[in-house]
Nanobody
């Protein structure tokens, strides 16, 4: 199982970024996929998940600003992030949900910095 994130970078407050995660080594359509972020000193925070039926859920801090999507033909899960705030600055990880919100495989992470 392999997960590789991309798309991070530096963006000004109010701006947008789109993160992408390419998966391999398993039957992608059979699993939920999630995004989480790590802020130094604050630990790991769950951000969003998209389930096998295409439905999704979000943490309160990002609800209404972030959108998670998946493409089962390309084995990708994306996170569209709009109206970014400084508190969104973190390393973002995608992960595979093997059972009801339990994640077993993680990518290497991509840094998102929101700053003017």
């Amino acid at each position: 199982v392999h997960l590789v994130e991309s798309g991070g970078g530096l963006v000004q407050p109010g701006g947008s970024l789109r993160l992408s995660c390419v998966a391999s080594g398993f039957t992608f359509s059979n699993y939920g996929l999630g995004w989480a972020r790590h802020v130094p000193g604050k630990g790991l925070e769950w951000v969003a998940e998209i389930y096998t039926d295409g439905s999704s859920s979000y943490s309160d801090p990002v609800k209404g600003r972030f959108t998670i999507s998946r493409d089962n033909a390309k084995n990708t899960v994306d996170l569209q992030m709009n109206l970014l705030k400084s508190e969104d600055t973190a390393v973002y990880y995608c992960a595979r949900d093997y059972w009801s919100g339990e994640y077993d495989y993680w990518g290497q992470g991509t840094q998102v910095t929101v700053s003017s």
